[in-house]
């Protein structure tokens, strides 16, 4: 079980103070709340949080990137309540679908008490600013017309209102239950927050709207229907996405359990892949493959006999022909996952050389993929500045001085240059890949440099041609 620290149980504790101290005044019997409103939206909103309550499970005390105010939330509905009803009855609107959401991880309550009272204080903030901004009259009653479009300055308002106090009270939970630098605590939060809540802004003024028109409630479904739908569609890609992600990780984990030597290392490659990739302007889309690529790059080791990866000497003419069968292997492993895209084919490549010389098929220049000659040069940058049982790591500038020494022969020269840029703009930092110190005690000759192959008898036995940096058959 999560053991929550005492600073974050006293932060929401005031914020559960402040949340009673706010939507208590609703319940007077003279405070005159409307409560066939009051009753319909509180019912209405955990009916749309439907979709997002599956995505509800990371982060310390709320949803994804430690609060509930992800882009996955469904805010329409109290946005709405802000700009209808007076602020302590919007904020009664928010705690049965805070009480009801989805936890899946302990403690469970103090999740949903948290949940309740981060909402309510948005939503009571932001009827507060309406109130004040007076867009309750401006939304107009009947047939009377909204007051447009003078009602959007007091609308943007209230949906700006609602996202700065989620923003707001999301770094204070990062930063006393997640133990976050207060420096840091709110950094990225308002920025990805500010585009979904614009959207759920609009929906929940329509929806205000039409909820005041002579049409009524019924009406203003029509308006949360297709963010409702857009909501779950999101959810669903999350979900697939997800999905994508654990299936990487479940095979980078298999592959760094059995050669434990090169721990660590297709995480890098997947890193300096997207350096590169992002430097030669690719898009989005693309350079998710191309990580994707450089993190499975190895995964056809799992072909591999153990006692071949580990093997404590040489390795035989025979062992190195069964390692250089990996990438054919890795193809065969991920052929069928279809979302992988390109990222197979620089599985199978990535061992070409620009010459000719490599394998699997001794492809030449540009017969070679794109994501392979990417990965090709991250898979050796990374061999070489990184320190393990065999080999002592290279400072980055002697790695990059080797890549351009091959490059045209070995390596594209367009993907060496890309990752020179990168790096002097981004930095890299090297890394102890084996469960050995960071001294190393060699077990072998060092091995050679790009253009000095060595025959096969001299590979180190932790260091086979698929990981000796720059060490392959002519």
Do not use: N
Request: proline letters at 9%; aromatic letters at 6%.
């Amino acid at each position: 079980m999560m053991v929550v620290p005492r600073t974050a149980r006293v932060f929401i504790g005031c914020a559960l103070l402040a949340a009673a101290a706010v939507t208590l005044p609703a319940l007077r019997p003279a405070a005159g709340t409307p409560w066939p409103t009051v009753l319909l939206l509180a019912a209405l909103y955990p009916l749309c949080e439907l979709p997002a309550r599956c995505l509800r499970s990371g982060g310390a005390l709320g949803g994804r990137d430690g609060g509930p105010s992800g882009p996955v939330s469904f805010f329409p509905v109290l946005i709405a309540a802000a700009l209808l009803l007076p602020p302590s009855a919007a904020a009664l609107t928010a705690l049965p679908g805070a009480v009801l959401t989805r936890v899946d991880r302990p403690p469970a309550a103090l999740r949903r008490t948290w949940r309740a009272a981060q909402l309510a204080l948005a939503v009571w903030a932001a009827a507060t600013v309406g109130r004040t901004l007076r867009c309750d009259e401006s939304l107009g009653l009947g047939p009377r017309t909204p007051d447009f479009p003078y009602v959007l300055l007091p609308a943007g308002a209230t949906a700006l209102t609602f996202c700065l106090v989620l923003t707001a009270l999301d770094g204070g939970i990062r930063a006393t239950a997640e133990q976050h630098p207060l420096r840091t605590a709110w950094r990225g939060l308002l920025g990805r927050a500010l585009a979904p809540h614009a959207v759920h802004g609009l929906a929940g003024l329509m929806t205000a709207v039409l909820w005041r028109s002579a049409y009524g409630p019924v009406a203003a479904l029509f308006a949360l229907l297709p963010i409702y739908l857009s909501c779950w569609g999101f959810a669903q890609y999350h979900r697939e996405r997800a999905a994508h992600q654990a299936t990487i990780r479940a095979l980078v984990q298999a592959v760094d359990i059995k050669d434990r030597y090169t721990r660590g290392h297709s995480e890098r490659v997947g890193r300096a892949s997207v350096l590169i990739a992002h430097e030669l302007g690719m898009d989005e889309p693309r350079l998710e493959v191309v990580r994707f690529a450089g993190i499975l790059h190895d995964v056809g080791k799992l072909g591999v006999p153990t006692r071949v990866l580990r093997k404590d000497g040489p390795l035989t003419p025979e062992e190195r022909r069964i390692i250089e069968l990996h990438p054919e292997y890795g193809h065969e492993m991920v052929r069928g996952i279809g979302f992988l895209g390109e990222a197979r084919t620089a599985i199978l490549h990535h061992h070409e050389r620009m010459d000719g010389s490599g394998y699997p098929y001794g492809l030449k220049g540009h017969e070679i993929p794109e994501y392979a000659r990417v990965v090709a040069v991250a898979d050796a940058f990374d061999a070489m500045t990184s320190t393990r049982c065999y080999s002592r790591a290279r400072p980055v500038d002697t790695a990059l001085a080797e890549l351009e020494r091959c490059a045209g022969s070995q390596f594209d020269p367009r993907m060496v240059e890309a990752l020179v840029r990168a790096l002097h703009r981004h930095g890299w930092q090297t890394e102890v890949t084996a469960d050995e110190p960071a001294v190393p005690t060699p077990r072998g000759p060092e091995p050679p440099g790009p253009a000095e192959p060595a025959p096969a008898a001299a590979a180190p036995a932790s260091a086979p041609a698929s990981e000796a940096p720059l060490q392959e058959p002519a």
